[in-house]
């Protein structure tokens, strides 16, 4: 059973900076890639960041510059550090991990979310 936990959301102001995190655990073979995705009421989901096992990342345009996604070195924690807040950056945060279970299947899971809100 794989699990992905993200935590670090809450209220900020905006021009502040909040870190999120993302643990993933259980029985996996391999992390292809992790990421973090967010979705706004009203809104559809979308790409914030992210980054392959190799270390190759990629950002949405609204956030580069701002917004930097790295890991441990064993790969099981993922980050999101967010500087510069804007209020449009106000959403439920999501990290996706793409995984390889053991046998070769491929798997995508989410965490619970957390919310994210600035305040201008």
């Known amino acids: 059973q794989v699990h992905v936990v993200e935590s670090g959301g809450g209220l900020v102001q905006a021009g502040g900076s909040l870190r999120l995190s993302c643990a993933v655990s259980?029985?996996?073979?391999?992390?292809?890639?992790m990421g973090w995705y967010r979705q706004a009421p009203g809104e559809q989901r979308e790409l914030v960041a992210t980054i392959t096992s190799s270390g190759s990342t990629n950002y949405a345009d609204s956030v580069k510059g701002r917004f930097t996604i790295s890991r441990d070195n064993d790969k099981t924690m993922v980050y999101l550090q967010m500087n510069s807040l804007k209020p449009e950056d106000t959403a439920v945060y999501y990290c996706?991990?793409?995984?390889?279970?053991?046998?070769?299947?491929?798997?995508?899971?989410w965490g619970q979310g957390t919310q994210v809100t600035v305040s201008s």
């Open positions: 259980g029985n996996f073979f391999s992390i292809n890639a």
């Open positions: 996706n991990a793409d995984l390889v279970l053991p046998g070769s299947y491929y798997y995508k899971d």
